[in-house]
């Protein structure tokens, strides 16, 4: 049972443009939520991040909305560029516990 | 980068023969995990460990087996390889376990099991 789903396994963008990726999640427990990006032949690295008492955080390029109700949440890369081509996964994690659940992934292709 | 390192970065074995996989850590962060990448399921946790000598299961710890007599080494072995386990292994640490505690990743090992 895939209780953090990233429907999307690929997504092109021009660059300069908007990329939005999107992960929903079942498990209603859950109260934090990454993201992290992968570049080939490498380990993921940490992105950005939101708690659930929050419905948006930004870190330049880069913001997660999260819509609780709807148990979504998207990321969004504003300007897109080449360098950002990679595989992101979002992951969610729940306060009684150490670990983390991924999503199966989505890779993005920003193209020139 | 956090330093994590992970050794062998390749390997290719047969069925039926006993692999053990390292992460070594220069961080001195209390818990380390292991998980695999597979297509089609993202990453999946096998084992992770909470302190020296404690360690839990995750979920797909069949098959595998886990050990950390360090701080700074969690083993992964695969007791009996089998074709299944083929996949891509990543370690990973945190000093805590809070939710504001990010995971840092090493750079993974590539398992084949003919």
């Known amino acids: 049972d895939q209780q953090v789903k990233q429907n999307s396994p690929s997504l092109s963008v021009q660059e300069g443009r908007i990329s939005i990726l999107n992960c929903d999640y079942t498990?209603?427990?859950?109260?934090?939520f990454l993201w992290y990006k992968k570049y080939p032949a490498e380990g993921p690295t940490f992105l950005i991040s939101?708690?659930?008492?929050?419905d948006k955080n930004e870190d330049g390029r880069f913001t997660v909305f999260l819509n609780k109700s709807a148990k979504h949440l998207s990321l969004h890369i504003v300007p897109s560029q080449p360098g950002d081509s990679a595989v992101y996964f979002c992951?969610?994690?729940?306060?009684?516990?150490?670990?983390?659940?991924f999503g199966t992934g989505t890779r993005l292709q920003v193209t020139l | 980068d956090a330093g994590i390192t992970q050794s062998p970065r390749h390997k290719v074995t047969e069925t039926g023969t006993p692999v053990t996989l390292r992460c070594h850590q220069t961080?001195?962060?209390?818990?380390m995990y292991w998980y695999r990448q597979d297509p089609g399921h993202g990453l999946r946790l096998i084992h992770y460990?909470?302190?020296?000598?404690?360690?839990d299961k995750g979920e797909v710890s069949d098959g595998y087996s886990v050990s950390r007599s360090k701080t700074e080494d969690f083993l992964l072995t695969l007791e009996s390889a089998t074709s299944s386990q083929t996949s891509v292994y990543f370690c990973?640490?945190?000093?805590?376990?809070?939710?504001?505690?990010?995971?840092?990743f090493g750079p993974g090992t590539r398992l084949l099991v003919l």
């Open positions: 939101i708690s659930s008492i929050k």
């Open positions: 990973a640490i945190s000093e805590s376990w809070t939710q504001q505690e990010t995971q840092y």
């Open positions: 961080e001195n962060h209390r818990y």
């Open positions: 460990s909470y302190g020296v000598k404690d360690t």
């Open positions: 498990n209603s427990m859950f109260d934090y």
């Open positions: 992951a969610a994690h729940t306060g009684t516990a150490s670990k983390l659940t």
